[in-house]
């Protein structure tokens, strides 16, 4: 039998490849693809396919973030099969819950096979909402803290230590991560929001000066006064980046520096 399939991931090259190698596996109907998550869940609740593709790592809202979304939204879920770059935390979190996964970049062969897996769960009847559910809750309670944070930047994925952070910055759900110094760079965060990725930072160094942005303090070069006595902070990336205090936490810049 054809299967329909909804293929989402943020790089163009990746959903292309997938897309070339599911033509030479036969009877796999590429019916929609999507290049983030938020897409992916509009995509998977229009076409109601029968696989989907889901990459891990994306910014914004990521694979474990969709099918959160669609339980929430108790959405019949498709078979999923994640694609992630090779992520140890992950990968075992996969194989515990005898979910399907492939690694990057892809393989021919084992594309196949998931193929031929999904087929083999569709013909037994089996549904894996129940094994999905429990993968989501498990990543969600028991991911460690970690010393580093992973950023993905040019098509390339990054563990940056926290104390090179400078600051973060959420737009359209995206959260953009600038690290300070001569060597700075700038890249994306698989966290949906930035109260999840402060949960994962040290509460020590970082401070949410204002809704969409998460400074570290190590790292304000300079407390600028503005209107009506409120503060902006420049900071020691490359750009001198300046953001704005809330007037919610101006109280709270006033106890750290003594203003």
């Not at 959903?15 to 929609?32: C, N, Q, S, T």
């Not at 909402?129 to 990054?158: C, H, N, W, Y």
Request: include cysteine; glycine fraction near 6%.
């Amino acid at each position: 039998m054809s299967l329909s399939a909804v293929i989402v991931d943020d790089e163009q090259l990746a959903r292309d490849e997938l897309a070339f190698l599911l033509k030479d596996v036969g009877d796999v109907d590429v019916v929609a693809q999507g290049k983030n998550g938020v897409e992916g869940v509009h995509l998977i609740r229009e076409h109601n396919p029968d696989l989907v593709f889901l990459d891990v790592q994306m910014p914004g809202l990521d694979g474990f973030g969709v099918i959160k979304k669609l339980l929430d939204k108790k959405v019949v879920l498709p078979k999923i099969v994640f694609a992630t770059a090779f992520d140890q935390y992950a990968v075992k979190a996969f194989e515990v819950n005898a979910v399907d996964y492939l690694l990057k970049p892809f393989d021919k062969k084992r594309v196949a096979q998931s193929v031929a897996k999904v087929r083999a769960k569709l013909e037994s009847g089996g549904a894996s909402s129940d094994k999905l559910e429990t993968l989501v809750r498990m990543l969600e309670s028991q991911k460690p803290q970690a010393s580093k944070i992973l950023i993905k930047a040019g098509g390339r994925l990054f563990l940056v230590n926290q104390k090179d952070i400078g600051f973060a910055s959420i737009e359209e759900g995206v959260i953009t991560v600038v690290t300070s110094g001569p060597n700075g760079m700038e890249g994306h965060s698989n966290c949906r929001t930035l109260e999840e990725l402060l949960d994962s930072l040290d509460p020590n160094l970082f401070w949410r000066a204002h809704r969409s942005y998460l400074v570290n303090i190590n790292r304000i070069k300079e407390v600028v006064p503005w209107f009506k006595s409120s503060y902006q902070l420049r900071m020691d990336d490359k750009r001198q980046t300046e953001i704005p205090v809330s007037r919610a936490q101006t109280k709270r810049l006033r106890e750290l520096f003594g203003l």
